[in-house]
């Protein structure tokens, strides 16, 4: 079964049918050529072996692979068709990332104040509502722009066109500002591509045979806003899959936030007990993922206040023995806790001739090919025991997770 076409947007909008015949529906899973490529990079090792031997293996969609914002490696991020292509990859579980607009409507953005990166609101008739209007490059000084989903009614934010996350600093015009997309990237399926809010999210997830793993981002304005306090956000997040009818075991709600976990722990305790603390201890000073006296919070304080899930950046959880990628102290401090971990995100970096980047900082030293995208996630399925991981290009999770059976 496949998508046959895309007319069931349409519907969603009106608040009519999503399954109409012939609209939507679970589709085949497929690698595609990228997890080949990536194999034939690595290194000569018994993981290669063991990859090369699943290459007839029939795909299949799994939980461990988990769809970072759709698959935006090649599609613009959060919209209906990023999200088909994850499906399509076999990933198990989708991410809409959640905010609001001016009318508290949720919506699927990575943050609340990135729609001049992630769609045209620059050059629309919606630029008049950016808290900071298009300002071209001078000198020294890059381009800049600031547009907020909170500036907009839902109406209007439905009449953005999407585009891949990306800016042009260099642009002296605001066209030039939105062709940024890196090299590495592409812009060939950016057109004709479809924004959603969170409730479409979950009929669109849930048609293509997905669970559910929403963000709910840190708002851009103060709270409450207009009223709508923290705790309303992340009550109404619940509620929109409540009113869907969508049990709480097919939902990992996340949060940067440790005070929103904590809120659904207490109030939603069906749905707290998959919610997920997406840590960002990197951001306090002195953090040291190899030593636990500069953790914010310890493991088992979490665990003790009904934390169950941990999700740090993948860096955090590897570090180097000598050559070899092992296990940091952090990641045996949360097992050890008995939290589970999810982490993030691979397939984010590009080309990893150089290292990686931030994703893969602790471990950058061994890191000089494409193929050790494989070897880093091999560390983190096997040794670290992670129970899935965000990727912006699901399938080579998906044909990791098909050939060592975590399904």
Request: with cysteine; aromatic share 10%; proline share 5%.
């Amino acid at each position: 079964m496949i998508i046959r076409n895309l007319t069931f947007t349409a519907a969603i909008i009106a608040g009519g049918p999503l399954l109409a015949d012939g609209h939507l529906s679970e589709p085949n899973v497929e690698y595609g050529s990228r997890p080949f490529y990536l194999i034939d990079q690595m290194d000569d090792s018994p993981l290669k072996e063991k990859l090369l031997s699943c290459s007839a293996q029939t795909p299949e969609r799994s939980l461990f692979s988990i769809g970072h914002r759709g698959a935006p490696l090649m599609f613009p991020e959060h919209t209906v068709e990023s999200n088909v292509a994850a499906a399509r990859q076999g990933a198990g579980i989708l991410e809409c990332d959640v905010t609001f607009t001016a009318d508290q409507a949720l919506v699927c953005r990575h943050a609340q104040n990135d729609l001049h990166t992630t769609t045209n609101i620059v050059v629309s008739d919606l630029a008049d509502k950016c808290v900071t209007g298009f300002t071209p490059a001078s000198g020294d000084t890059g381009a800049v722009a600031e547009c907020r989903t909170s500036e907009l009614t839902l109406a209007e934010f439905r009449t953005l066109t999407p585009k891949m996350d990306a800016a042009n600093k260099a642009a002296t015009t605001a066209e030039a500002y939105l062709d940024g997309t890196a090299g590495w990237r592409t812009d060939l399926f950016a057109d004709n591509t479809t924004l959603m809010t969170h409730a479409e999210s979950i009929e669109v997830f849930r048609a293509l045979g997905a669970k559910f793993t929403p963000e709910l981002k840190s708002p851009s304005v103060d709270m409450p806003f207009n009223g709508f306090s923290q705790q309303d956000y992340a009550q109404k997040l619940v509620d929109e899959y409540k009113t869907a009818g969508v049990p709480a075991s097919d939902v990992w709600l996340q949060s940067f936030n440790l005070d929103d976990v904590l809120y659904w722990v207490e109030n939603e305790p069906e749905f707290g007990k998959q919610a997920v603390y997406l840590d960002d201890s990197y951001d306090v000073e002195g953090f040291d993922a190899n030593d636990p006296t500069t953790y914010p919070d310890t493991m088992d304080s979490l665990y003790e206040r009904g934390v169950r899930y941990i999700a740090p950046p993948m860096w955090m959880l590897v570090t180097l023995d000598g050559d070899q990628i092992v296990p940091s102290a952090y990641a045996k401090e949360a097992k050890a806790a008995g939290l589970k971990i999810i982490t993030w995100t691979l397939e984010r970096s590009g080309p990893l001739k150089t290292g990686g980047g931030w994703y893969f900082q602790s471990t950058a030293d061994v890191i000089d090919n494409d193929g050790d995208y494989y070897e880093v996630l091999h560390v983190l399925a096997q040794d670290v025991g992670i129970e899935g991981i965000f990727s912006d290009w699901p399938a080579t999770v998906t044909y990791y997770a098909n050939c060592f059976g975590l399904n």
